[in-house]
């Protein structure tokens, strides 16, 4: 059996083209970007025209259709920018299309999809409400069914693009009592729902990823058409949702893992011009195990998250892996984020130092694919085989 | 307009640099197009866009091909690697001897290329190449207008406290600096077609070249020796009180410092 970590020499040109890319058009904006707490449409419309928005998408629709590894490359690469403007971009190339791309007719393909690829229409989805969000099967939004379509009740939080998102692909139950077996996504269209009672409730003020906007989403008797119900199954939502869940841990801890060699690479620096008591900072002892222990974490979550890529690539069952990945990923980004900051010292608890961003950036993490203790209560029931 | 574009890969700003041995350095595996390079691809894409034609990369260079990838990706059309194990350990002159020996048959109308490489920042290469082809170069422009019916060019280059403006018959060698143009952000497309594309690869015994004539044995520089950079000296404290401390730094300055 072969066994080989190396990226090929096109996947290092990729990412080498995407760091560039980064670079030179969010890099030297990611400050004014997270102060603002704006969505940055500038930048949004210069790095659409350049097709990433498209990267997992089929040909025919403007797409690319690249393959796992590549994309996670890219998410990577574009974290280690703007963990809020990834936020953004990653919500429309992978959670907010993909149910259209897999069921939408060619029709909402053509409407949606290509716009949407294009980056003219902004796209989102919604999963948590004030009482459900890792735990799914309370999903309180409902889809009744009447003639020729749905109609929808509820409320959705915490929505990436939610202020600004031209369609969104909604889970909804058909049944409260049913639970996870009762739930479904369904295509709302912000120009035909606002007839009805679509609005846009609440934005948030986040800690960090702030350039990417979030908010509520109010749904009051919006009429969905049955094309638009984006499955093949009535009450399959979840097996569909579990069928993008491994990409979504992946891509999550492809964001830790750049947020925190950004912030720790911030510190490497400081701390070898830092001089106190006479040596740069780096010098000592309890300085460098910060470094030696991050070192070992990020190689080793590095490693599991792109061998995990690599599973979901070759199509090898991985859910527990995505989960591992996805856990240790952002412990270890916690970990590199938290140690950062003790590094900065006082200087940390300043806007002036980059490293307080990578602190809030990284906190957002914690709860994209199910928050850590979710996450580990499952794994450990699996692996004491409860 | 046929149009070659020379390219170089060269160490990253950012990557760590250290003197291996007395001849040989230990540099970190990060990589980068020069600059000037990618100015000089985006130079040869405009043109291409207004009179039509062909944009070819062109390197010299036994492992690296991110360069040429490069230019593909902005949209050049043709790649191509000079390759051969001889060639190691070229000087600036046995790059240009080889890459002209490449040119010499070809049918262009312009070579361009970066005004220096980033590494080495000779800025030999390019006219180098021009004086083995016996066609006109200018260095370091900062404007081109090609008229391609009269087969010429009107180049601006940077000069002592302004510009000079110079026309020069095609086909003609320039060497791009920066200010010519800001260099394109590849489109996604062109990154994947840059990412599948066939590097025509190029050996020695095709160019007509002995290895006696290239690489070490051809090069009329030797490195007899890499120094690293001097330790920077320790921080000197000044323990004068005001106005002696600002006296003692002046002095410091023009003594020791020497930069007032």
Redesign the interface.
């Known amino acids: 059996m072969s066994l080989d970590f190396s990226f090929t020499e096109e996947q290092e040109f990729f990412r080498q083209t995407v760091r560039d890319t980064v670079n030179r058009l969010i890099i030297p904006r990611v400050k004014e970007l997270d102060e603002k707490e704006e969505f940055p449409w500038d930048v949004w419309k210069e790095f659409a025209s350049l097709g990433y928005l498209g990267l997992r998408h089929q040909e025919k629709y403007g797409g690319m259709e690249t393959d796992t590894i590549t994309q996670m490359i890219f998410y990577e690469e574009l974290a280690r920018g703007s963990c809020g403007f990834a936020m953004s971009a990653i919500m429309q190339i992978l959670m907010g299309t993909y149910f259209i791309a897999r069921f939408g007719n060619e029709e909402i393909k053509q409407r949606i999809l290509v716009p949407a690829i294009k980056g003219e229409k902004i796209g989102t989805i919604c999963f948590t409400e004030d009482q459900s969000g890792s735990d799914l099967g309370g999903t309180r939004t409902l889809a009744t069914k009447v003639d020729g379509g749905w109609r929808i009740n509820g409320r959705k939080q915490w929505v990436t693009n939610g202020p600004i998102a031209e369609f969104a692909t909604v889970m909804a139950t058909v049944d409260t009592k049913l639970g996870l077996k009762g739930l479904n996504f369904y295509l709302i269209e912000k120009k035909t729902a606002q007839r009805d009672g679509f609005a846009v409730g609440q934005r948030l003020h986040k800690l960090g990823s702030r350039c990417s906007v979030t908010g509520e989403l109010v749904l009051d008797n919006v009429f969905v058409p049955d094309e638009n119900f984006l499955g093949e199954e009535v009450g399959k939502g979840v097996q569909y949702a579990g069928d993008i869940l491994n990409e979504v841990r992946v891509m999550t801890g492809m964001n830790a893992l750049a947020i925190a060699k950004e912030a720790m690479e911030d510190a490497r620096q400081y701390a070898n011009n830092r001089v106190a008591f006479g040596n740069p900072i780096s010098k000592y002892q309890l300085i460098r195990e910060k470094f030696a222990k991050f070192w070992a974490w990020y190689e080793a979550s590095r490693t599991l998250l792109y061998r995990c890529a690599w599973m979901i690539q070759s199509k090898i069952p991985c859910t527990n892996e995505c989960m591992l990945a996805k856990y240790h990923s952002t412990e270890m980004c916690m970990y590199a984020v938290e140690e950062a900051m003790r590094i900065y010292g006082g200087n940390a608890f300043c806007s002036e130092y980059p490293v307080q961003r990578f602190w809030r950036d990284a906190k957002f993490l914690l709860y994209g694919g199910g928050t850590h203790e979710v996450l580990c209560d499952y794994l450990g029931r699996i692996y004491c085989k409860d | 307009m046929e149009i070659y574009v020379l390219v170089k890969q060269v160490p990253d700003p950012e990557a760590m640099v250290k003197v291996k041995s007395d001849t040989e350095l230990e540099i970190e595996n990060k990589y980068?197009t020069s600059y000037f390079d990618e100015i000089a691809i985006e130079a040869g894409l405009k043109l291409k866009e207004k009179f039509g034609g062909k944009v070819t990369v062109l390197t010299l260079d036994n492992r690296k091909?991110?360069a040429l990838?490069?230019g593909i990706?902005m949209g050049a059309d043709e790649a191509i690697q000079i390759t051969d194990p001889s060639l190691e350990s070229s000087d600036q002159f046995t790059i240009a001897k080889t890459l002209s020996a490449y040119l010499q048959d070809k049918p262009f109308d312009l070579i361009l290329a970066g005004r220096q490489a980033m590494d080495d920042d000779a800025g030999i290469v390019g006219p180098a190449v021009a004086e083995y082809l016996g066609i006109p170069h200018v260095h370091s422009i900062v404007g081109l207008d090609v008229n391609d019916s009269k087969k010429e060019a009107k180049v601006v280059r940077e000069v002592e406290n302004g510009k000079e403006n110079l026309t020069c018959p095609l086909p003609a060698l320039f060497t791009c600096q920066k200010g010519l143009n800001t260099p394109r952000?590849?489109?996604?497309?062109n990154?994947?077609k840059?990412?599948?594309v066939q590097i025509k690869k190029v050996d020695l015994s095709s160019l007509g070249l002995n290895p006696g004539d290239v690489g070490s044995l051809g090069a009329k520089v030797k490195v007899q020796k890499y120094l690293p950079p001097a330790k920077r000296p320790p921080?000197k404290m000044i323990k004068e009180d005001f106005p002696d401390n600002v006296k003692m730094l002046v002095k410091l300055l023009r003594e020791e410092a020497k930069v007032i």
Request: hydrophobic share 65%.
């Open positions: 980068f091909v991110d990838r490069r990706s952000i590849p489109l996604v497309m990154v994947m840059a990412m599948k921080v």
